[in-house]
């Protein structure tokens, strides 16, 4: 089954990341928002075009088990020597480098330096989603490339509008090779086909400032790339059907490529969401196949008319329903020991007690939630799958939890537990995604 990389690199370099590095770098979260959305495809890019994909592969797998790669918080331009090889790896001399910030500053109206600390940033990202998923599924040289190559046909159209592979000085990475021309004989300046064989007859043209001599008719130009070619026309009485056909010609093929391009799928990508939007995500079903799952989203408006901004039926739309409703203030303990409430916007840096920078999204709507309902308090659980020595995951969960517990902050977080594996129920013997039910993380009122 295929992953779509790009989805997932796109999602740790979301609105909280943006607002993170305009604080820090000092520029306007729309530039950076600009400036990520022209970095991302060009790096990803960089990884698909590598000449040395055995040599990258070991550097991200080997990088991302120690732990070395993950989401830089301190932006900085002077990346340290992991992102420095991987950046090389993928684009060579740094000419290639250069050209990306100088292009991408001017687009997205920041400074270079700030560009600069993005393009690591980037890079540490995306270096640590490839590595994570290279060592997840123990994939050699040949799959990694299959992987990487899978990536090709959604770069194309993450690139901002007037944008190219080649203005950013990459060159045509995927884009259409120009048709080999047919009937085409090599551009002839000032020798006159007379000269070669004087015997037959010449009529002298003119065209791009060129004198250009054909056998029996005029030279036709179909320059290309700034460069004259000529077709010979077999007779004189031939040379007035080019004023039509070529013409013609020319519309059919055009009608061709556009034809081509409406016939193309659209690929479901995230997109950001308003009340009763839908959300794309990339799902299976029981056959394996990757299909689009959709989420709907929906405002919840708490006591005080503040609203935000949640997943329909997600964890903020429960416990704001069950918090409303009474039913925590006439239930006992007992009734509120197995009512959990599973967070569906918060995930870890893979093996480690590290939130990823969109989680911090849900945290602060239950830190809303919370202030709205000073008298609630919760408790926090952390679950992990089955994979693995089951003492590690419980250390693992635990810290996880505690993590979550830090980042609220709040008084009415009571408790902090982690219970490892002990109620996963999917085998260790099964596929990542089917063990994903059992990663959580939760929360339960207490009295």
């Given at each position: 089954m295929s992953i779509n990389l790009v989805n997932v690199i796109k999602d740790q370099l979301g609105p909280s990341f943006v607002s993170n590095a305009a604080t820090q770098l000092g520029e306007s979260e729309s530039g950076i928002s600009k400036a990520v959305s022209a970095l991302i495809p060009a790096v990803i890019g960089g990884f698909v075009n590598t000449n040395s994909p055995s040599e990258l592969l070991n550097t991200v797998k080997d990088e991302t088990f120690s732990g070395k790669l993950?989401?830089?918080?301190?932006?900085?331009?002077?990346p340290d020597s992991i992102i420095s090889r991987i950046l090389t790896s993928i684009f060579g001399n740094g000419d290639k480098l250069e050209a990306i910030i100088n292009t991408v500053s001017d687009y997205a109206g920041i400074r270079n330096d700030s560009t600069s600390a993005l393009l690591n940033s980037v890079t540490s990202v995306a270096a640590g989603v490839i590595g994570r998923h290279a060592n997840e599924q123990?994939?050699?040289?040949?799959?990694?490339?299959?992987?990487?190559?899978?990536?090709?046909?959604?770069?194309?159209?993450?690139l901002p509008a007037g944008f190219s592979f080649a203005s950013l000085g990459l060159g045509n990475w995927f884009g259409a090779v120009d048709a080999t021309p047919v009937n085409v004989v090599p551009e002839v300046t000032d020798v006159p086909l007379s000269d070669v064989n004087p015997t037959i007859p010449t009529t002298e043209q003119t065209f791009?400032?060129?004198?250009?001599?054909?056998?029996?008719?005029?030279?036709?130009?179909?320059?290309?790339?700034?460069?004259?070619?000529?077709?010979?026309?077999?007779?004189?009485s031939g040379g007035s059907i080019w004023k039509w056909l070529l013409p013609l010609l020319l519309l059919l093929l055009l009608g061709w490529f556009f034809w081509k391009q409406c016939d193309k799928k659209p690929e479901a990508v995230p997109v950001a969401t308003t009340d009763s939007t839908v959300v794309e995500r990339?799902?299976?079903?029981?056959?394996?196949?990757?299909?689009?799952?959709?989420?709907?989203?929906?405002?919840?408006?708490?006591?005080?008319?503040?609203?935000l901004q949640a997943y329909k039926g997600g964890i903020e739309d429960q416990m704001v329903m069950f918090l409303k409703s009474d039913n925590y203030k006439n239930a006992t303990e007992a009734e509120l020991k197995d009512k959990w409430f599973n967070f569906d916007n918060l995930n870890f840096e893979f093996g480690k007690a590290v939130l990823t920078p969109e989680s911090q999204v849900?945290?602060?709507?239950l830190k809303m939630i919370l202030a709205e309902f000073p008298d609630a308090k919760i408790k926090i659980g952390a679950y992990t799958d089955k994979k693995g020595d089951a003492n590690t995951n419980l250390k693992?969960?635990?810290e996880r939890a505690i993590i979550v517990k830090s980042s609220l902050n709040s008084n009415q977080v009571v408790e902090a537990e982690g219970y490892g594996s002990k109620f996963a129920k999917v085998p260790a013997e099964a596929s990542d995604k089917e063990r994903e039910s059992d990663r959580k993380t939760a929360v339960r009122f207490v009295k």
């Open positions: 993950s989401v830089i918080s301190n932006l900085t331009n002077q123990n994939l050699d040289a040949l799959s990694f490339g299959n992987l990487l190559n899978d990536q090709k046909s959604s770069l194309a159209s993450l791009r400032n060129e004198k250009v001599e054909t056998s029996g008719g005029p030279a036709i130009d179909l320059s290309r790339s700034g460069t004259t070619h000529e077709i010979v026309s077999e007779r004189d990339d799902s299976t079903n029981a056959a394996g196949d990757t299909v689009a799952v959709t989420r709907e989203t929906t405002v919840v408006t708490l006591p005080s008319g503040k609203t849900q945290l602060n709507n693992l969960s635990q």
